[in-house]
């Protein structure tokens, strides 16, 4: 599903214009991208949660070589589903 069928069954549910959906959307995934990066968890109970996670330096092998490469430690996003969302998708 794309943004815009997103937008248009979310604006039919709710009986919001497809204008004001979308800016609301917009407000929400600005919002939890935020705080993903001040390193915050951002729960929706039942559905799931999303969490900046820190990988860990670690040293690689470029296949096909017997060169090693350090990559450095960075942050990445971790969602983890809700029971309800498990269970809906079952």
Request: hydrophobic share 40%.
């Amino acid at each position: 599903m794309k943004k815009t069928d997103f937008i248009a069954e979310v604006a039919q549910k709710s009986g919001l214009s497809k204008k004001d959906t979308e800016a609301v959307i917009d407000a929400a995934l600005e919002t939890i991208t935020e705080a993903l990066k001040r390193r915050e968890n951002v729960s929706f109970l039942g559905f799931g949660s999303f969490q900046a996670v820190k990988k860990n330096e670690r040293e690689i092998t470029i296949p096909g070589t017997t060169r090693k490469v350090k990559v450095p430690a960075k942050y990445s996003v971790r969602f983890k589903p809700g029971k309800l969302l498990k269970e809906a998708v079952e």
